[in-house]
DNA sequence: CTGTTAGCGCCTTCAG
DNA sequence: CTGAAGGCGCTAACAG
């Protein structure tokens, strides 16, 4: 292996001369600078990674976190979109990013997860899809030991900051975009599930909606689940002008259970996953968004590694209504 | 942060005394080896891994290379069920797996993408999806600088191994049992793509039924295309006893076009996919294969990066041929 | 602007 | 069976 070492001695200068320019710190001139350039192409030499976070205590890792979808694929596609966003990002950033399943990491409680990832030299978190009831990932979040991004629930300290997309927003407007083609006011709401955060944002727009309407939606909980959908849209639909869904996937349920009741009602998904292409209907995907959301994360990431405090951002939503013009209603 | 030195000194050992029972070492009497423990419990020590990298020159990095599935979420269920059986299966072998992407890499020559490989320090990759046509990671297999096995690509040399489904007795059983319930034995074959390993296995299964069932297959090449098989189907479904295809997408596609025809034909897919689902059929995911696929690979690596020399291994089929007992016909 | 030097935390002979 | 000592390749003061 060909050393920094080597390096210096081919230039002819010292060895702290060729980090400098390496790391591209100023303070070197445009000559040496060059020597030193010239004899890393000729030597083809790569800088070692692992000594340099030893040396400089700085491993540049991150860990992304992710929840594997047992249950249906759009799922997939939705972690695949923000693992290389993320993944695409981080190495932009020049951060080497580890992706780390929920599964994974299940059976520890906080102090062995902080174990677990200080071994891993992990120094900060980006974490998807977190919901309420991962009580210990909250504890982490709240013991501020890593710096952690987390997407899409409103989560803020010291040393987190968090980026979501305004689901509340998002949420009105797909569901009020339905309304202009259509009469009546009464609304049934298949939600997504009590313990997720943007489920929480997204029912704001619900009461939203119910003043601005003067109406009084109907609200049931979907679990985010087609078959639970379809149930509702079974016991529910005939008394409601349209049906508004908190995913694509009970959209889909609430469809094919309209179709079996062979009534027509319009229905109002949210998400836009590309699955939606397989329930006959064309659209196109906002994979593209959660690349952008996750890119987003990783430079908060890099902000709050940095030393910046914590924050929240928002981020997103202007993709997604664009997205949204022509589908589903 | 706590080091062994700390380690060592609550312990009152010596250092070296302290990175033997870490490591699992023997040469240690057991009463040692109990202080030693009870040291590194009460002081919550966690080793820095990257000390120990340096150190021992051995970073245990593996990289995970993938490619996005840009045009059928049908990929990001692959690549998810790969990912998460890889990394699991690196975490039980104390090995450090880094994801990346076709996509991040596709601009390397094969030096430049050493280079960045070296890097990163990564000793050995775990390769997905590879087709004929990616000339710059043969050229690296083939320079076996690094450890490599390669999934379902039929590549091996002194520092690679490849883990494959058995594709032509997957195929060739597949739809051997699809015929068990249909008179006639005109086949349609709608082929993936001619630059794909995996549908050149599957061809010498088309072979093999021809000699079998004296026919003569008609072959098209649909480029895994939900479209394209589609217009297949519109075009020499008439003239066929039973429609073939080498990927579950494209059986979809087929499934459609002989709705709109409004004729009956038994279409075979191939690969189970949960997209299926979403097709109106139900069926098991092979999931689980994919997973157990990337366990595999993950310990031939470990034995690559031990010392052994490189070797084609087939894994899987068993597994499938459970799955496909019902599905599709 | 350039060179010297002391570590970073751990592994690994090599004596004792 | 245990301890002392010399690196691994690089960074970061600190002199010069």
Do not use: W
């Amino acid at each position: 292996m060909i050393t920094i070492k080597d390096v210096a001695a081919e230039a002819g200068v010292a060895i702290s001369t060729v980090s400098k320019v390496l790391n591209g710190y100023d303070g070197v001139s445009r000559a040496t600078r060059d020597k030193v350039n010239n004899a890393v192409t000729r030597l083809g030499f790569t800088p070692n990674a692992v000594a340099a976070a030893l040396s400089s205590k700085q491993s540049g890792r991150i860990g992304l976190l992710l929840k594997m979808g047992n249950d249906n694929t759009a799922m997939d596609e939705i972690n695949m979109s923000y693992l290389s966003g993320a993944i695409r990002s981080a190495m932009d950033n020049r951060l080497d990013a580890v992706t780390i399943f929920y599964e994974m990491i299940s059976d520890l409680d906080r102090d062995a997860l902080i174990s677990y990832l200080k071994s891993q030299s992990i120094e900060g978190l980006i974490i998807f899809g977190l919901n309420k009831e991962d009580s210990t990932l909250i504890k982490l979040i709240e013991s501020e030991v890593f710096k952690i991004v987390v997407i899409d629930a409103p989560l803020t300290n010291a040393s987190t900051s968090s980026v979501s997309i305004d689901y509340a927003e998002a949420q009105y407007d797909v569901i009020m975009r339905t309304f202009e083609n259509i009469e009546g006011n009464r609304i049934l709401y298949i939600a997504g599930r009590d313990s997720s955060y943007s489920t929480a944002a997204k029912l704001t727009a619900i009461s939203r909606l119910e003043h601005d309407l003067h109406t009084r939606a109907h609200i049931v909980y979907g679990d985010f689940s087609e078959l639970k959908a379809r149930e509702a849209t079974f016991k529910y639909a005939k008394e409601s002008d349209i049906i508004a869904c908190g995913s694509d996937l009970m959209a889909i349920g609430a469809m094919r259970a309209l179709m079996e009741l062979d009534i027509f009602k319009p229905v109002c998904g949210f998400g836009g996953v590309r699955l939606m292409a397989y329930a006959g209907k064309q659209m196109n995907t906002v994979r593209q968004d959660f690349e952008n959301l996750a890119h987003e994360a990783v430079v908060r990431l890099k902000d709050l590694l940095a030393g910046s405090e914590g924050k929240a951002y928002t981020a997103g939503y202007e993709l997604i209504r664009m997205k949204y013009a022509d589908v589903l209603n």
